[in-house]
Structures are given as C-alpha cells and as structure tokens.
C-alpha cells in the first residue's frame, strides 16, 4: 500500500503555508471565501489544498492542467513555492519535495527514502525513480486517489459507443502493453536469429561458391605448374641485364651540383625581386606623393582667387543686398593670407615637378636579370627531375630484376613442394567445403525451430494488438466487475433498483444501462429524475473509480471526492454518506470536499478552508489532533 503521511509546503497557490498530517476517518472539507461577495465556498482553496498539492508534488501537473509552470506560485510572494509529501510505501519512509520559483533550490524535485537521497541531476531522472516507488503512472494516480464529480459523472449521457471508450480510457493497459512490448522484443530477437541464420547461409553459400570455384583455379594451376619446367639461362639473362644497370651508376654527384647552382641562382633572384619590390614599393609612395600635392596645389589656387576676388570685386550682402565695404584691417589680413597662399603654391609646385622628375627615373618593369636568373632556376630544376627520374626507374629496374631472379631461382629450388602445396591446398578448402555444407544444413534445421517459436510470439503480439481480441476479452471482464460492484452500490444509494450494463457484442458494438426495480419492472434512463440520474451516475462512477483501483492493482490509504453532491437532496446525500462511512473500514483517511451544507451534519469531522485577502489557511475544527492550523 502506497501511504500518504502528510503534506507540507509554502507559497503554493493561495496558500502561504499549510502542514496536516493525513488523518483516518470520513472527513468533509467545507470552504469560506471572503474574497468573493458572489462566492460561499467556492474558490476557498480546498481542491488546491487537498487535490492540487498532492498531484503537483508527485507528478508535476495539477488536476486540471496548468497553463504555465509557474501558476502554481503564489500571486503575492511570487517565489518560495514547495510542496512535500511524505508517504509510507513498504515499511519505507518516501520523503518527495518539488519547487518552483524557490530562492535556495530553484525549480527542482527532490527524493529522500529512509533518510537517504534519491535525487538525480535531471528533474526527469528523479521523476522515473519517483514513479518506480508509487509504482503507477502519473495520469492513473490522479484517478487512484481523487474522485472528482465532473469525471464521469455524465455516464448516463454518454453515447453507447462512447462509454465503451471512457471505460477504455479508465483501464490501465500498461501491463498489456507491457507484456506486448515484452512479445515485441521476444519476437525482434527470433527474427534477428532467423534473419542472422539466414545471412549466415547467404554468406555460406557465397563462401561455398566462392572455394569450389578457387578449387577449380588451384586445380588448373597445379596441372599449369605440373607441366612448367625451368632453365637457368633465364636467369642468366636477368643477371646479366642487372650488371649492365650496376655498371651505371647513378647521378648523385651531377644532381648535388645542379642543387648547389640551384641554390646560388635562387638567392641572386630573391635578391633582385627584392630590389625591384623596393622599386615598385617606391614608385607607388612617390605617386601618392604626387597625387596630395596636386591637391594642395588646387586648393591653394582656389584660395588666391578667392582672396583675389575679396580685394579686387565689389562683395554684396546676401541678406539685404547693400555693397560690403571691406576696413583696411580686413583688406590687410586678406594680403597677408594672399601672400602665405602664393608662397604655399610656389613651394608645391616645386616639389611636384621634383616628384615626376624622380617617377620619371624609375623603372616599374622586372630586369632582364631578373628573367634570365628565373629561366636559369627553371632549366636547372627540369634537368634535376629528369636526373632523378631516370635513377628511380633505374632503381626499380633493378628491384624487379632481383625480384624476378629470386622468383625463378625460388621457383626452380621448391618445384616439388609448392606442387605438394597445390595439393594441401586444395585437400583443405575441399574440408572446409564439407564443413560449411553442414554448417548449412544445420542452420536450416535451427531456422526450422525458430520460425517455430517466432510464429507463437508473433500470434501473442498480434492478440495484443488493436486488431487482437484482447481489448474485448478485458471489457467483458471490466463489466463484470462493474455489475458485480454495481449490486453494492445502488443497494446502498439507488433503493429498490438495481443497475447493469450490458455487454458489447459483434452485432451490437455499445453498452446499455438496465434499471430494474423489485417489481421487474425496467426503466430508461431518459425516464429518471435529475436526482435520481445523479445517483445512478455515482453507483456508476464510484464502480469505474474501484475498477481503475483494481485493475492498476494499487491501493492507497487516501480517497479524496471533489464535488459529488450536486443535484442530491438531502436523502441521497445521507446515504451517500453511510456508504462512504461503510468504505472507510477499506479507505482508511476519506476527504469529501464539498459547498453543499446539507452534507455538513451528516459527517461530524469538519475541515474548513478559508480565504480572505487572496490567502487561504485550513483550520481543523473537530476530531482534530493536528495541534493548531495552517496559517496564512
């Protein structure tokens, strides 16, 4: 059993803080909300406090979804949010503390067992280790522990076809799809084998094709080489080529002076690219030279013209249009500037003449010098590549021709034994042969028992399958199970009636609800009252809520119901109650969470959550040993 202890946390939606151990008993959870005008209980906090908290903490998500992760932070401190729930799961003390928005540990969730932590660095990681403990998947623990009005509570408006797919939805298939998956990777694994086996021949008898044909080969040669016969005139023929190749030499020395002229060429020509980057380098400062006095020149012309202008013109005002009568001081100024102007001219003038003069000395093409030393480079590095071509193939003549000389000399000294070597040769890949056809034929008989066994793993997976008969056989059984809980519940909460649902057949692919009272008499569900339909969807839905408990084979010691009293008069919330308080000797700690007062003196241990001020705290006003209150 999965046993929730407490909860605690901070900042948790409207809540700045709340601590409750989980109490035994029937317990009714009724809500204040002083916020609202409009509202009695409504927006109290109490699905927050008792549903949300726990579902956030263990899984993550709240009951209905959040929009953004972060909505589950309180609207006023906006940061420090935590829940932690401790759980008592086989003899273990389980300690799981998610955050969000926190100071100290950021967003996080956090594993502790018996003192020791669990956590992993990824939140992911520790979420896995936290679903091993609980040993259910997270969207099925919400439907283990909380019973909300709204979610099946409209059975009896469903379509037929569509309660077969909310009964569908509330089984957990994963063991089946487990046990599938298992099948899958059975039958992956058999069909690796065979399609290993299978490659094996493929390769076998290319293997097998592959040596008889080399057979044939070794056989023809060893009949060519039966037949050779050898002469050592043809080795003295080769030999004799050798000397001749010997006697040679080689170009080393001419080489070694052809580099060292190479050498003295190749420092003459970097010497003269240098003196004639020099001069290109001083041809190219020379032209800027040229090209800022021209400027200066320019500009010094303009300014003599315009002093020249100023002195010699009558100036007219551009405002007002009257003649400008320059002072004598003005008309000294502008002499002087006139002057220092001309004096600048002269003085660039100059120096642009001694500019071209000097561009006109230079010589921007490369010295003949120069092209010959290039030449020379050239001329000799081909002869050195010709020298040294013509020692390498010398060279390799020579190889071959040692080459081929050990080769006869070889081939006439062991005759007889590489004629036994043919011979070995093919007496081994004519073993091998035989060996490689049995390894065939016992392949085939092993590819025999595996498609054997693939096939029943095959025929598992396909039963398994949405085409199988799996999913009809396990709705029949959950209807049965549900008929079976169904007696209990509509004798305790729908009087004098009894309620089935019929069975999905081929013909009719849909499930009908049968309302028979003590009379024999069966009713339609279009013929109920709204308070009676409202029971019959409770009998229905407290059933579903036991099959998903079963069928996930989980048990937990917390049932939390969310709003079920809607449309009940007092009658039928009375016995809702007896029948809850009959379930509580099963559910030790059950929460019923409601705004309906005629519910509050039917159960005697209260719980209020009230909010004021957009702060909700819990008080627990009987039966309680908690020793105080969460505050706000």
Request: charged share 30%; hydrophobic share 35%.
């Amino acid at each position: 059993m999965l046993q929730i202890v407490s909860v605690k946390g901070e900042n948790f939606r409207s809540f700045k803080k709340f601590d409750f151990q989980i109490k035994e008993g029937l317990w009714v959870v009724k809500g204040a909300n002083k916020d609202d005008s409009a509202s009695d209980s409504n927006g109290s906090g109490k699905s927050t406090l008792f549903c949300d908290s726990i579902i956030w903490c263990l899984t993550g998500n709240t009951v209905n979804g959040v929009d953004s992760e972060d909505d589950v932070v309180n609207l006023k401190t906006k940061k420090d949010c935590f829940v932690e729930v401790t759980i008592n799961s086989d003899d273990h003390i389980v300690k799981v503390m998610r955050t969000r928005k926190h100071s100290q540990y950021k967003n996080n969730l956090f594993l502790d067992v018996d003192g020791q932590s669990l956590s992993a660095h990824r939140i992911k990681d520790t979420q896995d280790r936290v679903n091993q403990i609980i040993k259910i998947s997270p969207a099925l623990l919400k439907s283990t522990i909380i019973m909300a009005g709204d979610i099946s509570n409209r059975f009896s408006e469903l379509t037929p076809k569509d309660r077969i797919a909310l009964l569908e939805s509330v089984r957990d298939y994963k063991v089946w799809s487990d046990f599938r998956e298992e099948s899958k990777t059975s039958l992956n694994q058999y069909i690796s084998q065979i399609e290993n086996l299978k490659a094996s021949n493929a390769n076998s008898e290319g293997q097998l094709t592959a040596i008889s044909d080399f057979v044939d080969r070794l056989s023809k040669d060893y009949m060519s080489e039966k037949e050779k016969t050898f002469s050592d005139n043809e080795v003295v023929v080769l030999e004799s080529e050798l000397n001749q190749l010997i006697a040679l030499g080689d170009s080393k020395d001419e080489i070694d002076n052809l580099s060292k002229e190479l050498n003295e060429k190749n420092v003459l020509a970097s010497e003269a690219t240098e003196q004639h980057n020099k001069a290109v380098k001083e041809l190219d400062n020379l032209y800027s030279e040229g090209s800022k006095l021209k400027f200066t020149i320019q500009n010094a012309q303009n300014n003599i013209k315009q002093y020249g202008d100023l002195l010699t013109k009558d100036n007219v005002c551009p405002t007002c249009g009257q003649k400008v009568v320059l002072s004598e001081e003005k008309k000294m100024e502008l002499l002087r500037n006139l002057t220092v102007t001309k004096k600048s001219l002269l003085e660039a003038v100059a120096k642009e003449k001694d500019v071209v003069s000097k561009i006109s000395t230079i010589s921007i093409g490369e010295p003949e010098e120069l092209i010959e030393l290039r030449n020379a480079i050239t001329n000799i590095s081909l002869k050195i590549q010709e020298l040294s071509f013509k020692d390498k193939s010398v060279k390799d003549r020579v190889i071959a021709l040692n080459q081929n000389i050990k080769v006869l000399k070889d081939n006439i000294a062991s005759h007889s034994v590489r004629l036994e070597n043919f011979v070995n040769q093919i007496n081994l890949y004519k073993q091998q042969i035989t060996t490689i056809k049995e390894s065939i034929q016992n392949n085939n008989k092993a590819l025999i028992e595996l498609e054997d066994e693939r096939g029943a793993y095959q025929f598992f997976y396909d039963s398994l399958g949405p085409k199988g008969n799996l999913r009809p056989y396990l709705l029949r059984k959950d209807i049965a199970y549900l008929n079976k809980v169904l007696q209990y519940y509509s004798a305790r909460l729908y009087s004098g009636c009894s309620i089935k649902l019929t069975v999905p057949t081929v013909e009719s692919n849909k499930i009908d609800i049968i309302i028979e009272n003590t009379n024999g008499l069966v009713k339609s569900v279009s013929m109920l009252s709204k308070g009676e339909r409202k029971r019959l969807d409770l009998c229905i839905q407290f059933a579903i809520y036991d099959l998903v408990r079963s069928t996930a084979m989980f048990d937990t010691n917390i049932l939390i119901l969310d709003e079920i009293f809607e449309s009940l008069d007092v009658a039928g919330i009375n016995h809702v109650v007896t029948m809850l308080e009959e379930r509580s000797e099963v559910i030790p700690s059950i929460y019923v969470i409601t705004h309906n007062p005629n519910a509050y003196g039917l159960i005697p241990r209260q719980i209020l959550v009230s909010k004021n001020n957009d702060i909700s705290k819990v008080v627990f006003k009987s039966g309680d040993d908690n020793n105080g209150k969460t505050e706000a």
